[in-house]
T-cell receptor
C-alpha cells in the first residue's frame, strides 16, 4: 500500500532533550516536506526536500533540522526542543514539487 | 516570502446550498494553487489544484477559479452535503529558481447543516 509513515504518533518530552521524528514513503517520490499545525494558524511548512541531499527552508525552520540521505526517508530533528514547539506535525511527499501531497498520519508532540 | 490570506475562517451552509472560500496571495511568482480538505482527526487530502496557466478547473461539485491579476483564487462547492463538513486549506507555491516552498492559508471550517 502506498503510504507515508511517521513515527511516533504521540511524543511527550522535556525541554532540551533532543528528539527525532521519522518519516518514510514507499512511492519513490522526489519531494518530501514537514509541516506543523497549530490551532488558528493552519499548516506551516518547516522544511522541504526536492531530492536526496537537497533541502530548503519553509516558512518556520527555526529550531528544526532535517536530512535527506535516502530518497525514502526524511527525518525531522529537534536538537533542543522548547514548549513553543508543542504542535501536531505532518510529513508529506509528492511525486514532484507541484503535485498532490500525500500526508502521513501526524505526530502529536508535547514539550514540557 | 509568500503570504496567503483565507476567508472566511468559519462558514455554515444548509445542505444543498453552495459554499465559496476565498484566498489571496502576495507573491506574483506563485504559480501552483492546491486546496486540501481535512476532516476532524485526519490528515489533509488534496481535493483540487490549479496552475497559473488556467483560469478555472472543475471536478464534479468542486471548482476553483484563479485571477492572477488580482492575485486571488476561490474554491466553490455546489450542492453541499454533510460529508463536505471539514476544514479546507488553500495554498500557494512559486517555482522560481527551483524553489517549491508551499504556504498555506489558515483554514476555513465548513459546516454543512442537514
Amino acid at each position: 500500500e502506498a503510504q507515508v509513515t511517521q513515527n511516533p504518533r504521540y511524543l511527550i518530552t522535556v525541554t532540551g532533550k533532543k528528539l527525532t521524528v521519522t518519516c518514510s514513503q514507499n512511492m519513490n517520490h522526489e519531494y518530501m516536506s514537514w509541516y506543523r499545525q497549530d490551532p488558528g494558524l493552519g499548516l506551516r511548512q518547516i522544511y522541504y526536500s526536492m531530492n536526496v541531499e537537497v533541502t530548503d527552508k519553509g516558512d518556520v525552520p527555526e529550531g528544526y533540522k532535517v536530512s535527506r540521505k535516502e530518497k525514502r526517508n526524511f527525518p525531522l530533528i529537534l536538537e533542543s526542543p522548547s514548549p513553543n514547539q508543542t504542535s501536531l506535525y505532518f510529513c508529506a511527499s509528492s511525486l514532484l514539487g507541484h503535485s498532490p501531497l500525500h500526508f502521513g498520519n501526524g505526530t502529536r508532540l508535547t514539550v514540557t | 516570502g509568500e503570504n496567503v490570506e483565507q476567508h472566511p475562517s468559519t462558514l455554515s451552509v444548509q445542505e444543498g446550498d453552495s459554499a465559496v472560500i476565498k484566498c489571496t496571495y502576495s507573491d506574483s511568482a506563485s504559480n501552483y494553487f492546491p486546496w486540501y480538505k481535512q476532516e476532524l482527526g485526519k490528515r489533509p487530502q488534496l481535493i483540487i489544484d490549479i496552475r497559473s496557466n488556467v483560469g478555472e478547473k472543475k471536478d464534479q461539485r468542486i471548482a476553483v477559479t484563479l485571477n492572477k491579476t488580482a492575485k486571488h483564487f476561490s474554491l466553490h462547492i455546489t450542492e453541499t452535503q454533510p460529508e463536505d463538513s471539514a476544514v479546507y486549506f488553500c495554498a500557494a507555491s512559486p517555482s522560481g529558481a527551483g524553489s517549491y516552498q508551499l504556504t498555506f492559508g489558515k483554514g476555513t471550517k465548513l459546516s454543512v447543516i442537514p
